[in-house]
């Protein structure tokens, strides 16, 4: 039977199934092709390389403004940064925060450095690295999704439009839901074709928020505990919001717009004991070591 | 003797203290993961996992499965062990020589077991199940222990001598196990070491414990792994640096009461410290 002759709802079914079928076939050769064996170690000790996988050079500024907030070298107050004077040359070796400290020299506010051109270079060569790791998509990538897109369209436009040509010809003109049903097919296949990362990238994002979600979920007992880095590498994967608002309230000012790039947001429950750790000790749940057992 | 290249130092993960191992990754050598806390572990937990893995070594350690008893050990406990060693392929997986069950009642804690040749028979039973199901031989740690051992016909380095030389095994050398044993039972912690075979120590735990009340109102020491590394413990470190000429893998276990990690790294400094000065005087 010619799917071209079904009724319009029947059409519409088997439009959506098709396309369902082509989202599927899209996500499974990207990954095929993008791969989640690692070719190369990941920069999973870099908190400014995984800020910017995460979500870009707006988040990479925000977590190293941040660690430069929290070692002192930048004083934030009311949304505005202003470089301490502290610039210790041990303190701030890494480019982008002798960059930010530069940026920062007067009184700013803190959002205004996401747009300047200062920061380039520094974030392109990290978009460089993260590319030949396989985090990003490349020039190669890019075109191969590029063409999968095309063909995509190619087929979900023209399976739609043949169809409206020759509704149109027999008299139909309720064509309305076709061509939305077609838009939104196109833009479901925009999105699985051209991610910000590649499935390694996203592979490599998801591994670390499992290994630092149970220290999330106890961050407000701790944040006492975390110094710079690692609460930079925390902000890293899991976005500003996601650190207690009661440990570090220069964050909301300095950068008021929500993170919609973290994946959790920032809840300060009950304390928890911090004395002790989630998930087994070597000494079994009676609080002992390896043979102690108290009295 | 120079400073053995191949020391390496590392830490015990702990979900608190993984941001910072994370961070600071290149000071650290070896991370060492609580086995049952990943038995049960969903997809996910074990491809972070496996990312770890491809970032620094790992060994598993073993809480559970409770080798050095009379009572076989449960194969269906050793092949959650063995899963879970081929999935995140370690580099060593290492278990206590302690029973942790007997008549049927879990005791939740690492128990030393009378040292008889008995238990020696039936350990290195255990240990040979235990090698045949994940393939690999464990590493087996020394124990601390506020109990001495009733039934027990020998002492402890005898009894880990027996069991290693039966085994052909390695051993895990716990020297807040030794510190903490040689205070509580009134041994040189030096004249232990002295005993047992260091060209078979495949690892060190370092660790720190507090004192507590003894029942005739003296104190014992209690290896809690929730403090500090004490100064005796690295003079043990040394004295075993300078002892065999094998590369050491040294392990900080800390379970609790966490200090910042630059400060746990730190401590792994001070071993580094330790183990260089031992290898200098040898």
């Known amino acids: ?105 007067s009184k700013s506010r803190a959002i205004a450095m996401y747009r300047d051109a200062a920061f380039r270079d520094v974030s392109g060569a990290v978009e460089d690295r993260l590319c030949r790791d396989g985090l990003l998509p490349n020039q190669n990538d890019q075109e191969a999704r590029s063409r999968d897109f095309g063909v995509a369209v190619l087929m979900l436009a023209g399976i739609a439009g043949i169809k409206i040509i020759i509704a149109m010809e027999r008299g139909r003109s309720n064509i309305q839901f076709l061509i939305i049903l077609g838009i939104a097919a196109c833009v479901i296949a925009y999105r699985i074709c051209f991610p910000r990362v590649t499935k390694r990238g996203q592979q490599l994002l998801n591994d670390l928020r499992n290994l630092l979600n149970p220290l999330l979920r106890r961050a407000c007992s701790l944040s006492q505990q975390l110094g710079w880095k690692e609460t930079a590498t925390v902000a890293a994967i899991f976005g500003l919001t996601a650190l207690p608002a009661n440990a570090y309230p220069f964050v909301g000012k300095m950068f008021p717009a929500p993170d919609k790039s973290s994946s959790t947001s920032s809840s300060c429950g009950s304390s928890s004991d911090s004395s002790s750790s989630s998930g087994s000790s070597c000494g079994g749940s009676c609080g002992g070591g390896c043979g102690g057992c108290g009295s | 003797m120079a400073a053995a290249v191949n020391d390496r130092f590392g830490i015990g993960w702990r979900p608190d203290l993984a941001a910072g191992i994370l961070a ?150 716990d020297l807040h196990n030794v510190h903490a044993n040689s205070i509580n039972y009134g041994f040189n912690a030096y004249g232990f070491l002295d005993r047992l075979p260091l060209d078979r120590i495949g690892a060190i735990h370092l660790a720190g414990g507090k004192w507590i009340p003894a029942g005739d109102s003296g104190r014992r020491l209690l290896d809690d792994h929730l403090h500090d590394v004490p100064d005796p413990v690295y003079a043990l470190l040394e004295y075993v640096a300078r002892k065999t000429q094998n590369p050491l893998t040294v392990i900080l276990e800390r379970d609790g009461n966490y200090p910042p990690v630059l400060e746990l790294i730190g401590q792994l400094d001070k071993a580094r410290d330790a183990v260089c000065r031992g290898r200098m005087v040898a």
Request: charged share 20%; net charge negative.
């Open chain 1, 1 to 105: 039977m010619n799917p071209f002759d079904l009724r319009g709802p029947e059409f519409l079914v088997v439009y959506c199934a098709f396309a369902i079928v082509l989202f599927i076939g899209l996500a499974r050769l990207r990954r095929i092709r993008e791969g989640t064996a690692s070719q190369a170690l990941p920069p999973i000790s870099d908190p400014y390389t995984i800020a910017y996988l995460r979500g870009g050079q707006k988040a990479m500024l925000e977590v190293a403004a941040f660690s430069l907030v929290a070692r002192g070298l930048l004083n934030a107050e009311d949304g505005q940064l202003c470089a301490s004077g502290r610039h210790e040359a041990t303190l701030a070796t890494e480019p982008l925060d002798k960059a930010i400290l530069t940026f920062f020299r």
């Open chain 2, 24 to 173: 600071h990754l290149d000071r650290i050598d070896i991370v060492e993961i609580i086995a049952d806390d990943y038995f049960d572990a969903p997809a996910p937990k074990l491809s972070a996992l496996r990312m770890l893995a491809a970032q620094v070594p790992l060994t598993l350690h073993g809480i559970g499965l409770g080798l050095a008893s009379t009572v076989r050990a449960e194969e269906k406990r050793i092949g959650r062990m063995a899963r879970l060693h081929e999935k995140i392929r370690p580099e060593s997986w290492s278990e206590h020589f302690a029973f942790v069950r007997g008549g049927g009642l879990e005791i939740e804690h690492l128990a030393a077991p009378p040292r008889n040749l008995a238990t020696v028979e039936a350990t290195a039973a255990n240990l040979a199940l235990a090698t045949a199901i994940v393939g690999v031989r464990p590493v087996m740690e020394n124990i601390a222990t506020l109990i001495d051992p009733p039934g027990s016909e020998i002492d402890e380095p005898a009894w880990l001598c027996a069991v290693l030389h039966a085994t052909g095994g390695t051993l895990l050398l």
